[in-house]
């Protein structure tokens, strides 16, 4: 069984996460977030490309940039002046699933229903000056001696039913090999978005999951000085992206049984009590080891009495009074 734990910024979702990788019957394959999913150019948008609105070139380039980004979650950090100035950022999977960059492969490989050379316009407009030049020149001499170019690739994929075959294929060859051979169970960290906790899971097959929120107060207080992805420094734009982000909530999902939502709050001042809740939606035995100390984050609720300003505090529970927790 897969357990995919997912929160949005600074949600405490970590909590949770670590709790469970504790387990002695839990394995954490990959120690570090899955980003092959939900991120601009993961698993969703491919589907997406095969599934709405389909147009050849858009799902050609859709692969393409999941092999980009599969390419770039793989590789470790380079960097220079011993690795203290880093030029190239990566995730480093490579390191802790074994052929990882041949699994990425051999999947596009299984989702490729036909591949061809070819270079669309919408790729043509993203070449650089050296590029541009390379390919004009190509064109000019096939075109003097009356062939056709040789230049660019496509891919047209496979039809949805195959694609989602394979898929759940691919993340079962990443993750499951070293669970079955000790009778675990899986735990994945931010495998789907919490939006969406269902549809962007199915790839997984057979799974269970756990949203976590959080105070937005505490969230504020975080992105003061953490999540470069997310609003820190004016209280008004945060608001607005807290309030728009999670209008944005698919309800029939969040309402699925499959799904268990949490507040790290609770979690954490309540444990005795949560984590049986924990263990009940995952079908987990209670009488496991685990090395899992609640009382090391509790210093993390109500953290944004020690640092917000009152105004900006009051103006939180103005704008988000119904997301409070506490």
């Known amino acids: 069984m897969k357990f995919i734990i997912m929160g949005s910024g600074e949600s405490g979702s970590g909590a949770i996460f670590d709790y469970l990788k504790s387990r002695s019957d839990i394995i954490d394959p990959l120690n570090k977030e899955f980003r092959l999913v939900q991120d601009p150019?993961?698993?969703?948008?491919?589907?997406?490309?095969?599934?709405?609105?389909?147009?050849?070139?858009?799902?050609?380039?859709?692969?393409k940039r999941f092999r980009k980004l599969s390419e770039?979650?793989?590789?470790?950090?380079?960097?220079?002046?011993?690795?203290?100035?880093?030029?190239e950022y990566g995730l480093n999977y490579a390191r802790?699933?074994?052929?990882?960059?041949?699994?990425?492969?051999?999947?596009?490989?299984?989702?490729t229903h036909v591949s061809y050379n070819g270079m669309p316009s919408c790729e043509r407009l993203d070449l650089n000056k050296l590029e541009t030049i390379k390919y004009d020149y190509k064109l000019r001499k096939a075109n003097k001696n009356n062939v056709k170019p040789e230049v660019g690739s496509m891919v047209l994929p496979?039809?949805?039913?195959?694609?989602?075959?394979?898929?759940?294929?691919?993340?079962?060859?990443?993750?499951?090999?070293?669970?079955?051979?000790?009778n675990k169970h899986v735990i994945i960290d931010q495998?789907?978005?919490?939006?969406?906790?269902?549809?962007?899971?199915k790839y997984y097959g057979?799974?269970?999951?756990?949203?976590?929120?959080?105070?937005?107060?505490?969230?504020?207080?975080?992105?003061?000085?953490?999540?470069?992805?997310?609003?820190?420094?004016?209280?008004?734009?945060?608001?607005?992206?807290?309030?728009?982000?999670?209008?944005?909530?698919?309800?029939?999902?969040?309402?699925?049984?499959?799904?268990?939502?949490?507040?790290?709050?609770?979690?954490?001042?309540?444990?005795?009590?949560?984590?049986?809740?924990?263990n009940s939606h995952l079908d987990l035995p209670e009488n496991v080891s685990y090395n899992f100390n609640p009382d090391?984050?509790?210093?993390?609720?109500?953290?944004?009495?020690?640092?917000?300003?009152?105004?900006?505090?009051?103006?939180?529970e103005r704008k988000l009074q119904k997301y409070l927790h506490f």
């Open 191 to 201: 495998g789907g978005s919490l939006w969406a906790p269902v549809s962007t899971t």
């Open 296 to 316: 090391k984050s509790k210093k993390n609720i109500g953290k944004f009495k020690k640092v917000l300003r009152t105004e900006d505090v009051n103006y939180i």
């Open 72 to 87: 770039q979650c793989g590789r470790s950090n380079k960097g220079i002046i011993r690795r203290r100035v880093t030029y």
């Open 206 to 278: 057979e799974r269970k999951v756990v949203v976590v929120t959080r105070d937005p107060r505490d969230i504020f207080s975080e992105f003061q000085y953490y999540g470069q992805a997310y609003p820190g420094s004016d209280v008004e734009i945060f608001c607005n992206w807290y309030a728009g982000a999670f209008s944005n909530i698919n309800k029939t999902e969040w309402d699925n049984d499959i799904v268990m939502h949490i507040r790290f709050e609770d979690f954490i001042r309540n444990f005795d009590v949560e984590v049986k809740k924990v």
């Open 96 to 111: 802790s699933i074994e052929n990882y960059f041949n699994k990425v492969d051999t999947f596009i490989e299984r989702i």
């Open 41 to 63: 150019g993961g698993l969703v948008d491919l589907h997406s490309s095969i599934v709405f609105g389909f147009h050849v070139n858009r799902a050609s380039n859709a692969i």
């Open 158 to 182: 496979v039809q949805e039913e195959k694609f989602l075959k394979e898929t759940e294929i691919f993340l079962n060859e990443l993750f499951s090999v070293n669970a079955k051979s000790q």
